[in-house]
């Protein structure tokens, strides 16, 4: 019998001159001590963001706090594997094991959990700065980079709402609408307010004890809307080409990588593929799927984003993940840098404050990345100005800023059985049962929305504090009667 040739040892002797191979992949920690460190760092972000950004005192920080354990990340199934901290975490704090201070000054949070069992405290640290949002330092006492000052300029900030900061005072709400937004607070103690609003003035605007108009509140999630009309901007101004194009992410730039199949579309609609080995206590590896990691680890989250692996076919799997947004984030910086522009002040240029979205700040992490991903905060009048610019078809100003059929393009659902659309979520599963089929909105953790309500030429912004369940039925009717009122 003949033998079969050995194997070659080098399979590719061609030389390829045009890039270094894919990146090292990122492994993510699922050990007990990595899981407690993640929880106390989000703690410490958490008390960052309300006390320094939104500005709430300690004690309604305090009321509205909930602790919440790091988790295991979990696989396609979307079910957490591993540990689970959850009750030990619960049960520290209860015990004042768990202890959070805050520094007015130094505008920080630091978070300690210390435990007999211990052989030192876990320690997270989190800073606000103007600008840069609530910094997750973590174990760090300050961040990698200098948070200096962003020179932000709104050219229209006299002007009426929505182009400038003048708010026609609205008329009292027909009797209707106010009482749906009775009923609404009533059963929804975590919200900070509501407003409905037109292409051209607020129409009805109420909040809570501790909401105010001025008051910056947490978008989490709804910031990726802001990430992929950013990216609108950017091919309306030929700095990309298309959605369809593969992703320009700086550490993808070997076209033999398999990131390369990866196009701009795949990340906005959350079919990259994208994942991490996730080794656990316990020695094993499993094959997980990042959410909340950008927001517990103190670290560079546009490098480790683009250090994941790609676990599923591109473009074949819905699975919700942050890591791709963060993706979307190195291709803005690096589009930004490769024109020669000042990062943090061309990213809130190109979008927020051409929108007057004067109480807008992005969080960064600790290298000085804007997260793509969430932790934005604004007004509810200025996250209502997104609303608009969807509700103009990309028009602001009477000047074109996103490409004609871009609206259509990221409020449309994916055509492959779910509801998600580019960065924005659609009725088409009916969870808004009264609200039309064509209905979309931003959306974020603890169900803050701008919903966009194109036939209606309305918008509704609604904003909620982290934790905090709101009534989505009391929602739906209040949203309903607001069309019903002034459609």
Known sequence: ?????????????????????????????????????????????????????????????????????????????????????????????????????????????????????????????????????????????????????????????????????????????????????????????????????????????????????????????????????????????????????????????????????????????????????????????TIGFENSAVYQDAGDAYEAAQRSIVATVPGAVFRYVNSGMNVLGSVIRNQIERHGLPYHQTAYGLLVDRLGMRSYQHSADLAGNLIASGAGFATLRDYARLGVLYLNDGVWNNERILPPGWVDYALTATHTGTSYAACFRTNADRLFPDLPLDTAWASGASDQRIFILRRHRLTVAVSNETDHKMDLSALNRLVATAVDCFA
Not at 26 to 43: E, G, M, P, W
Not at 65 to 79: E, N, Q, T, Y
Not at 84 to 112: C, K, L, N, P, W
Not at 199 to 218: I, M, Q
């Open 1 to 285: 019998m003949t033998q079969p040739p050995p194997v070659e040892l080098i399979f590719d002797q061609t030389p390829h001159p045009f890039g270094n191979g894919p990146v090292d992949p990122v492994v993510y920690d699922a050990s007990i001590a990595a899981l407690r460190q993640r929880t106390v760092n989000f703690a410490a972000k958490r008390y960052a963001d309300m006390m320094f950004v939104s500005g709430l005192d300690r004690a309604t920080a305090d009321r509205h706090f909930r602790l919440r354990a790091a988790p295991s990340p979990a696989g396609l199934d979307a079910r957490p594997a591993g540990l689970d901290i959850q009750a030990e975490a619960q049960a520290a704090f209860a015990a004042g094991h768990i202890v959070i201070d805050a520094d007015m000054t130094e505008r920080r949070a630091t978070v300690r959990w210390s435990d007999a069992s211990f052989s030192r405290p876990v320690i997270g640290n989190a800073v606000a700065r103007a600008g840069y949002g609530g910094i997750l330092l973590g174990p760090h006492t300050a961040p990698a980079f200098t948070p200096n000052p962003i020179a932000r300029r709104f050219p229209d900030a006299g002007a009426s709402w929505p182009r400038g900061d003048a708010v026609e005072r609205p008329a009292s709400p027909p009797a209707a609408l106010a009482g749906a937004l009775d009923a609404f607070f009533a059963s929804s103690p975590g919200a900070y307010g509501v407003l409905v609003a037109g292409p051209d003035r607020v129409l009805a605007e109420r909040y809570s004890a501790f909401g105010h108009p001025e008051r910056a509140t947490p978008s989490w999630s709804m910031t990726k809307a802001i990430t992929c009309t950013v990216l609108g901007r950017m091919i309306h101004d030929g700095w990309l080409g298309s959605m369809h194009d593969p992703a320009p992410a700086p550490l993808w730039s070997d076209p033999r990588g398999i990131h390369r199949l990866i196009t701009l579309d795949h990340l906005v609609r959350m079919r990259s593929g994208l994942g991490f080995p996730v080794r656990h206590e316990d020695g094993q590896v």
